[in-house]
Nanobody, 116 residues
């Protein structure tokens, strides 16, 4: 079994910063991709940022220039540093990993609330 555990969510004011972490544990396969998705109330889950094994990174247009994703392959950890947070960034953030065999894993999510 593989578990993804997110941490770092919380309440932050607009313009503030947070860093989310996701650690994989268990029978960890080789991950092709690791990343973050989010789901705001009443909306569909959407990609925030994703980094694949060769270092290629994809960001949602809404977070480009504000969020930075990084990955520590040795520690099976993925981070997202979120700066200049906006009200519309409020959501549950989910860690996602895809193994080289195509199996997909999800964390349980961590809540980020941006509010004044």
């Amino acid at each position: 079994q593989v578990q993804l555990v997110e941490s770092g969510g919380g309440l932050v004011q607009p313009g503030g910063s947070l860093t989310l972490s996701c650690v994989a544990s268990g029978s960890i396969p080789s991950f092709y991709a690791m990343g973050w998705y989010r789901q705001a109330p009443g909306k569909q889950r959407e990609l925030v940022a994703r980094i694949i094994l060769d270092g290629t990174i994809k960001y949602a247009d809404s977070v480009k220039g504000r969020f930075t994703i990084s990955r520590d392959n040795a520690e099976n950890t993925v981070y997202v540093n979120m700066n200049n947070l906006k009200l519309e960034d409020t959501a549950v953030y989910y860690c996602n990993s895809v193994a080289v065999n195509g199996t997909e894993y999800w964390g349980k999510g961590t809540l980020v609330t941006v509010s004044s």
